[in-house]
């Protein structure tokens, strides 16, 4: 019933079964959005963060989901700035996985703060030297630069297509598109930064405090890196995970295996700085304000050598070294490990640089906080999953993200042609109600 | 934001960041006003409305 | 021409365009912040004119000067008084919060009240004033009736001031001599006294702030104990002064962390390690020999202490090794001002006779007794000086009864009151039943311990009523509650602070007229007297309270009126005593319980931040209550790590407490800061009056614990009571 | 109609709707919205500021005096009036209202304040008045020659004044009364004080007009 | 070096007199509006601008002794005003005074983002919640000198600013531009009754902060992590001292680090 808005050539689930899914997603986004308004009406009392863990569970998620989305600025960055034209048949995918993380990440920020009607003060009032404020700047830009980019996507639907206005809309897009892209990967380079920043700069906080350039601390440069570098393999694994639904190959080996080895040779680079930063850490910074680094990995419930030694090594150092060999790259199993590894990394590695950084005491006499999310703050975290999947869901079914895939999905002739058939004859019933747009 | 807020110093950090900022708006904006001007005088100019189903 | 929907879309895209260059979404966005910022719900606070007007805190015996800050009439904060000799301008938590009792609507009994339901089930009905008194006149007049004059009591947290007179008068009048008040140490130092020196009726003071060497046994000096700012001042004073400030306890209370030397001794011994201590310094003729040379019964006071007090001897049972002892006990006697101390906790326990006795001989070996930096024997004020009057046959008869609470008769002649016979006296009805009870600035259901005993006494008496201003647990359980106004609604002369050396009386004064329908129970007093029966009126010549405040203290009243307090700076206690040692000394009784089923020493733990007396802790000074004392509505004992490991209790997890009285659900808090064998529950906690702020937070220790009978003056000699935990 | 009119009349209307949205909305948010934004009230009485300043010795410090303790007594609380208005003087309809309704009664007149600020700022008539020698007239206006008091204004969203935004909508003010917005205070203390104390903003610190 | 604040307004806490009451606690929560709830048990999510921490020396009993801490609003003055709230502020809601030394809180300007009190070391920063409700009859205690903060902003100890603003204005009143020490006190400061906390300009050698600061026995809070905080402390044992800031084991109390 919904043939005439499907991409040409390809083929779709029935639409009964679309609708189940997105039933599924709807229920736990509706769940979601029922905790979200709890938060807004009641406040962050339905929250389990307290004095001591002022940031928590969001902000987490947050940092997540702009490292992961980072794949979207570095396949932009590779395509339009470096060049690496194959890339153009997963950039599609890239945009909106960007623009889903962007849009949520926003979002959580508006259910994070205490008083959101006046949110835009961060805006209006800002502070240059808060790294919150370049965050939220950068943050803000370069959503509008990935709704710029998702735009034409949406445009080139086949019933949108035929107006001729969005037609060459996403002619002309298109043709400035790396202007755009450039701009994005600017702005990218900012705000990946900043919110290492955050952490970074908390000078009364040895476990996050970090020197640096100018006004950034290192934990600007190895967020953006790590973003960079961690980004695409989210990418990867998303595309890995639709084809494992949809049951399709959707983008050429070729393809994956050049995001993936730019981003092997990125975690590789990535790492060893990471590791240098935090041996530095270790064995000056952390001393130097009197701190053994033992202590902020002894001593309290959860928070042990285990999570340095994860992040490092299993989700840093093995994804990295599967993804430079050519073998690793070759064996499924193996990529996707290390895809599945390096997006754990890259989460945990934010999980660290936040909730990490609230749990240490820093006065002798303090103790260790712990904290425990409450369901309000799950609903509202799962919420952009939910999100996720409804509009990959409605993006995959009427938009033409995966330029290869009628190629390499060639539908049989006769199913061609009964789709073909049914698109005339709604394109004919619209016909009938419209004739003067016909004419 | 802008310099008649309060917050507005003529400074180094401000023209640094507010710089950076408004010159990314300023591309994105220029950039989207170039399309959207392009594609008024290409949709005036009848481009794109006849267009082959299957171009 | 058609409209169709691009026209409408039209329109849209005009509108929005249109409304983009007008200030409405920009001043509604700009409006709904600037609404966020002045949400209806949160209060803005009126302004004024800021005043101050100076008055006396009557929550503790303290008597402390208070400076009431009001915004035109209405008062906002309470500081301390600088002038006023005992606080300096200091104040205490308590105090601090003294606004939240006058203002907390829901824990104020705002007029008259009548119990309709069962006692305690807090159901009552408004009535008038008239109503209210002219119910109390028909109940008291139907038992004098009944020639039972003497079955009305009356339980008071001071006899000393206008308004207690008034109600002491009262009863005299009525013809009833039970007018018990609730007890302090000062009771049993009192008897100490009456013992060596044969001064009755003497007050004793301790004059800290000349002292360079303060020994306390278990007392709160900074707990509460005494006037308590004056305590935190002279604790100052002695810090700036290098001198020394030694506490023996079993717990590391905050007195023994600021102390220079704490003595973790076992419960129930510090008389011992006191006489231990007199034994150190006699045998090592460290005692001023120019006291001990005026005195009499040194000698036999020496055979006695050295024969069963000497430091080896007594190390094991006190915990305290034998040289410990010897040298605190020798730099306590060379120290040029020591004074010793005793009055468990916050003071509102006597404790055993010998214990005080213990300490005034300490002092009296040193020879301090009178002198600077020493103990004081000071005198009662006495400018209440009322005409005599004449009872009828009524009132003579029953004056002829003796005391329900067995004080000042008998075996327990030198004895002024015994609150701990009450409940017993009640419930064995003893000689007589009791009909009657008033109860005035006193809360016996909750203050008293064994609570179960006590309410089943008070389900016994026929008639209750309490002045309370506040629907504390004493309220619950009455017939009648004719409230009081708060302090900061009424006059009140204050006669004490508790422990302060120089004559002091403070005038509490209104600072804001009475928010609710109460009345000064002077008042309530008066106006029953004048209508109960002509003889009693006769005793009664004023008008109402104030003429007789104003007509009582006379000449003093202008000064009282312009300043708040009135002091004699000058004065020094007579240089000469007649002391006499004990040759022997009465054991205390032994703690409560089998030693055998009970394996801990439960004590209750008083602290400056739980107000345990009479009134309940406000909600300002509970939120400054740790999370170690009160986890959301558990209370948490304090036990030491070896403790704990013996019977297998984790940190912070709920357990069983059990005494001879009773049972608890609690938590535990592993510290090191109490002896092993020891069980630290806070005092003060348990409320089940008053509102949602207050009441329901933790347990009420006095529920646990109970009372013991010193043999000699009949007074409450408990201080805790054998106890067990087990893991809930 | 060939398809090329039937075009330019459909683009014509489309323009014509276009214009009515437009226009439709500038009225409503120039016009029809600050009416629908603020509430209108008259003051509980009649007063006449020209009047009592003829009759007082002091001018406005007469009435709006400092406390002792250098705070500003603000509108006159009932017991000042009440010292020349026992008995009602003259037989005016307000001052009969006055004396029966509020004089008599006890009762405080519910001043509504024209320039009451909301309650987080700290704003001290003495540094103004006293030692910087700003006249009434720099912040209220002419109101003490004012004869009558006029409707009082309340955003009904916010309950603040609308004196304090100002008459105008867009918050463009004339006169230095005509706003007293953050940005007024601080246009202001920037040409007078020009003190920087404040390390984020270089101007005068936040806690200066802020509690 | 001159400093460039024109005062520099800090406190000094005898740790030796302090005794742990909690009057200091009252007293800053009475004078500053600060709100209640029943339970102020969970004490992360309790407000408490002065709040008196206790910790032992850490020995097995008996030799446990205890150190009762008031730790208010450090006032830090980082380097050069830029305190570690200060400078991440977003929406510039707290702010450093070069006039005071006062690092203030606008609570109408935040928007609750809570990234200073993840920047504040000593948790000096307290977020609301909840809506402040006032049980019945006692919103008549409010004080109008300091506003009542709205649920989801920050809040914490201002150093009872407004003292200096009421202050202030009786000095204009009568014709004076300078605040005497006597009348810019704290509530906190008012209100001990042991006498150990000293408020006044320690940059101003007539004020007793002054001396009390270069007290041998005198320190600050985690002073290592160059916050520069303006609450000194004194105490005369060495592991009260030791314990105010981080130490590696070989280190000596009071080593300095270069900032």
Redesign the interface.
Known sequence: MDSALIPVGVKRCSFPKFMLLLGAAGAVLAWGVFAMLLIWIKGLNQTNMNDYYGFAIWIWADLAVIAIGGGAFFSGFLKYIVGKDELKNIINYAVLLGFICYSSALLILAIDIGQPLRGWFIFWHANVHSMLTEVAFCLTCYFIVLTIEYLPLVLENRKLDKIPFFHNLTHNMHETMAVFAATGAFLSFFHQGSLGGVAGVLFGRPFAFREGVLIWPWTFFLFTWSAAAFGPCFTILATKILEKVTGKTLVKFNVIDLLARISGWMMLTYMIAKIADTAYWAFVLAPSKGFDVGFFYTNNEFYGWWILILELVICGIVPALILVTKKGRASKTALTTAVVLAVIGVCLNRWVMVLQVMAVPVMSFDTWATYCPSWQEVATTILPVAYAVILIAISYRYLPIFPQEAELNPIAPEEALADEQESTEETADVAGAEPAAQT | MFPFNFEWIWDISHLVFMGGLWYALGIIGTGMGYCIIKTISDTAQGKGAHHDEHH | MKIDRRSFLAFGVGGAVGTAITPLPWKLMDDSSIWSQNWPWTPVPLDGAINYQPSVCTLCKGGCGINVRKIDDRPVKIEGLKANPINKGGICLLGLSGLQLLYGEDNRVKSPLKRVGKRGSGKFKKISWQQAITEMVEKLGAIRLKAQSHTLACISETELGTTASLIGRFMTAFGSKNYIRTPSFLDSLEAAILKTTGTSAAQVAFDFENSDYILSFGSGLLEGWGSPVRMFMANSALEDKKGTLAQAEPRLSNTAAKADKWLPVNPGTEADLAFSMCAVIIQKALYNTNFTAAATGLEGFKSFVTANYAPEKIAKSTGIKAEVITRIATSFAKAKNPVAVCGKGSGDTPGSLKESLAIVCLNALVGNINKKGGLWLTSEPDYIKWPEFINDDASTAGLQKNRIDSAQSGKYKDTRFLLNNFADAVLDDYEYPVNALMVYRANPMYTMPDSEKVKKAFEKIPFVMSFSSYMDETALYSDLILPDHVFLERYEDIPFASGYTKPYIGLARPVVDPLFDTMNTGDVIIQIAKRISNSIAGAFPWKDYETCLKETLGSMWAQLESQGFMTDQSYTPPSTVNFTFPDKIADAPAIEGDRGKYLLTLVPVDSIRINCGYIANPPFATKTVDDTVLFENDILVEINPATAKSLGLRDRKKAVLETPKGKASVRVFITDGIMPGVVGMPKGLGHFGYDSYIADKGVNVNALIGSLEDPETGLDAAWGIRAKLSPA | MSDSDEKNGQSGIITLFFILGFIGSLLLGWIIFPELLYSKKEQPVAFNHALHNEEVANGCESCHFFREDGTFSGVPKLAQCVECHEEPIGVSEAELTFVTDYVAKGREVPWLIYSKQPDMVFFSHAAHVKMGKQDCVTCHGHIGESTSLKPYEENRFTGVSRDIWGGNIAGISMDSWDSMKMSDCDKCHKELTGRQTSVQTQRDACFVCHK | MKDFH?KKYGMVI?L??C?????C???C???N?VP?K?????????I?WMK?????NG????E??????PRPCMHCE?H???S?C????????T??????G?V?Q??????????C???????A????????V?????????????????????EKC?FC??RL??A????????R?EVRENEYQTSCT???????ITFGDLINPKHEVYKLKKDQNAFR??E????NPKVYYISSREWVR????????H?KTGKK?NH
């Open positions: 024109e005898d030796d007199k005794t742990g009451c909690g009057s606690m009252v007293a929560m009475s004078e509006n209640f029943e339970d102020e048990t969970k004490k992360r999510l309790s408490t008196v921490y206790k910790f032992t020995k097995s009993f008996p446990t002794e205890v150190c009762y801490l980082g050069g005003g830029h570690p200060v400078s991440v502020c977003p929406a510039t809601a702010d450093y005074s070069t006039e005071t006062i203030s606008i609570y109408t300007r935040c928007f609750g983002c809570r990234y009190m993840g920047a504040c070391p000593y948790h920063r307290y977020f609301n919640w909840w809506d402040p006032w049980p019945k009859g006692m919103e008549k205690q409010l004080s109008p000198n300091v506003s009542p903060r709205m649920r989801g902003i920050v201002s600013y407004h603003q009421l202030k204005e009786k000095a204009y009143s009568e014709g531009r008012q209100g001990c009754p042991a006498g150990a809070l985690l290592r992590l160059g916050t030791r314990a105010g800031d981080n130490y590696l084991a280190e680090q």
